[in-house]
C-alpha cells in the first residue's frame, strides 16, 4: 500500500489544520486508519485511528476533543481535522494502515504500515 499524506504547514496556536491521505492498492475499506506523529527526539506518537467500517475511533488524550479522524471510502482517503491547535502539536505526521484487515483501532505503531509524512508547526 501506498499512502501520501498532505495538508500540513505553518500555523498560529488556536488556528485549524485539515491533513488528508490518499491510499493506493485494493480493500480499502477493510482496513483500520490512523494518524500518528513524530516531534525531533521523540518517539513516533498515536494520534487517531478510525476503525474499517468508520464507526469506531480512538483518540490520544493529548489531542480528544480538538482532533476529529474521519475516512471517505469512496475516495480511499482519510482526514484528521485538527482544531485549536497548540505549540506542542508540532510534529511530523504519518498517515498509517494497520497491517492486517478487519482488526479495530489500536495504539501500537508496529500494528501499522507507514506512509510519508507531512509537516504541522504550530507557533505560539
Known amino acids: 500500500v501506498q499512502l501520501q499524506a498532505s495538508g500540513g504547514g505553518l500555523v498560529r496556536a488556536g488556528d485549524s489544520l485539515k491533513l488528508s491521505c490518499v491510499a493506493s492498492?485494493?480493500?480499502?475499506?477493510?482496513?483500520?486508519m490512523g494518524w500518528f506523529r513524530q516531534s525531533p527526539g521523540k518517539e513516533r506518537e498515536f494520534v487517531a485511528a478510525?476503525?474499517?467500517?468508520?464507526?469506531?475511533?480512538d483518540y490520544a488524550e493529548s489531542v480528544k476533543g480538538r482532533f476529529t479522524i474521519s475516512r471517505d471510502t469512496s475516495e480511499n482517503t482519510i482526514y484528521l481535522q485538527m482544531d485549536s491547535l497548540k505549540p506542542e502539536d508540532t510534529a511530523l505526521y504519518y498517515c498509517?494502515?494497520?497491517?492486517?484487515?478487519?482488526?479495530?483501532?489500536?495504539?501500537?505503531?508496529?500494528?501499522?504500515?507507514w506512509g510519508q509524512g507531512t509537516q504541522v508547526t504550530v507557533s505560539s
Open positions: 498509517a494502515r494497520r497491517r492486517t484487515s478487519l482488526q479495530p483501532p489500536a495504539r501500537g505503531p508496529s500494528l501499522y504500515a
Open positions: 492498492g485494493p480493500n480499502f475499506s477493510r482496513y483500520t
Open positions: 478510525i476503525s474499517w467500517t468508520g464507526n469506531s475511533r
